[in-house]
């Protein structure tokens, strides 16, 4: 019989690698220590957990980067892009998900495969043979990541990533928010007002500023370093680089209009996405926060229309780790030094959750063709996923190498028909020989 692959965690991508292993013939034992060890920003223990945002950012597949990797992953029969579709929430353009729902959707599906076995445990250690996968993300618990450090020679590097609060749709006063997506994106009138907005005057703008500057937040450990990820960044990190980044960024008011004033232009908007099915549940977009507790409950309230908001859950920070992949990892994803183990997921330097589930998926297909006595190598350079690896092991400068999100700037130029260069032209060239490229991967397995 075949050698099990054993896959470390069981978050996107361990979960995605799991899948895609036991959907080629092989047997995984997927390991999680959760709930027995839980972490800081993880409340159960399921697969895929979703301790942050609850969206997969655009589904657009023709123009956007983002999208074509969820039009990839479905392309090869993703179990994460499969629970997320069957548990979508209306969220304009953007892929948006029960998390609760979805993350009971991969834990049963994984439960329910026959090549699939589920043990509850930490792993602490490296192993020295056997087919293995480290999926661990970005809170790889203390131990294993001291024994990968001491494997690898290198100190992981490490950087903050803070959780948005959600919101309970009840305590929203509707008499001053209202129902719209940015630009009214979307094909149903559902999807044209998935979130909620919140109007704010200049002088409620500033007044917000000025107390989220001077709020108490989470002060670091010795030794700690905060390195934030430009894509996750604290809206008061944000705020501190100048009185009218927020209002550029996630406050920005452009293409809303407000349903209870609409000759008045808001000077900025606070956005909040449904976070379940039931509508019972919205997060604030954009709005990670190191504010302490009692803090965030002041400031928050402070924004027109959550001054009696109720809080499912305030937001808070952690250290998320990761590899220097470019240096440690091959193309196929093994480390170096000891080629029978493969890392994937958040930790060898993607950031999001489609991009570590992508991970997953290439890690779990390129075990299960060594297992099978076969090598699968990378998706060209010229689709998302191949983008992306190709990045996190070797495209990178490695002296500089720091969390990346999938975007056309890793994907080898192309030129537009009739040599047209804007990006309306240039986007859907990109997505056009991505998906050509990747169904011929795809075909040649």
């Known amino acids: 019989m075949t050698q099990p692959i054993h ?13 895609q292993a036991a959907q080629a013939g092989v047997p995984v034992i997927l390991h999680e220590m959760r709930p027995q060890i839980g972490t800081f920003a993880h409340r159960t223990g399921d ?9 997969f950012r655009s589904d657009d597949d023709v123009n956007n980067a983002v999208g074509q990797l969820h039009w990839e992953m479905r392309a090869a029969g993703g179990l994460i892009m499969g629970a997320a579709d069957r548990h979508k929430l209306p969220a304009g353009g953007a892929l948006a998900v029960d998390r609760d729902a979805f993350s009971a959707n991969v834990t049963a599906a994984l ?84 979130y909620i907005n919140c109007p704010m005057t200049r002088d409620d703008y500033d007044a917000f500023i000025d107390a989220l500057l001077a709020a108490e937040k989470t002060e670091f450990r010795e030794g700690e370093t905060a390195g934030y990820f430009d894509g ?15 209002r550029h960024g996630p406050m920005k008011p452009v293409g809303l209009t407000n349903a209870h004033e609409p000759q008045e232009k808001p000077y900025a908007v606070v956005q909040l996405r449904r976070d379940n099915a039931l509508g019972t549940l919205y997060n604030i977009v954009g709005f990670q926060t190191k504010m302490k507790y009692g803090a ?28 220097n992949s470019p240096t440690l990892l091959d193309d196929r994803m093994r480390l170096r030094s000891r080629p029978n183990i493969r890392f994937a997921g958040q930790v060898t330097g993607v950031e999001g959750y489609v991009e570590s589930a992508a991970m997953g998926l290439l890690a779990g297909r390129m075990a299960a063709a060594h297992a099978m006595g076969r090598d699968l190598p990378p998706p060209p350079g010229t689709t998302a996923m191949g983008a ?50 990747f169904q011929a991967w795809l075909s040649a397995q």
């Open 111 to 194: 439960r329910a495969h026959p090549l699939v076995t589920i043990e509850a445990g930490e792993i602490t250690a490296l192993p020295d043979d056997g087919n293995w996968i480290i999926a661990t993300g970005p809170l790889t618990s203390a131990a294993l990541g001291q024994a990968i450090a001491a494997r690898t020679g290198e100190d992981a590097l490490a950087f903050f990533d803070a959780i948005a609060p959600i919101v309970h749709a009840d305590t929203i006063d509707m008499s001053v928010a209202w129902r719209q997506s940015r630009y009214d994106k979307g094909d149903t009138e559902e999807e044209r007002t998935a």
């Open 388 to 437: 992306l690896v190709h990045h996190i092991t070797g495209g990178a400068e490695a002296k500089t190498f720091q969390p990346m999100n999938v975007n056309f700037g890793l994907f080898p130029p192309v030129e537009a028909k009739a040599g047209r260069r804007g990006r309306k032209d240039r986007y859907p060239a990109y997505t056009d020989r991505a998906k050509q490229d």
């Open 232 to 246: 996750c960044l604290p809206i008061e990190v944000m705020a501190e680089r100048g009185r009218d980044t927020l």
């Open 7 to 19: 896959i470390v965690g069981a978050g996107m991508a361990g979960s995605e690698a799991a899948w």
């Open 47 to 55: 697969c895929a957990e979703m301790v942050c945002s609850n969206s």
């Open 296 to 323: 965030q409950t002041q400031v928050f309230r402070m924004i027109p229309g959550l001054q009696e908001a109720g809080f499912a859950r305030l937001g808070g920070i952690h250290r998320n780790t990761f590899l």
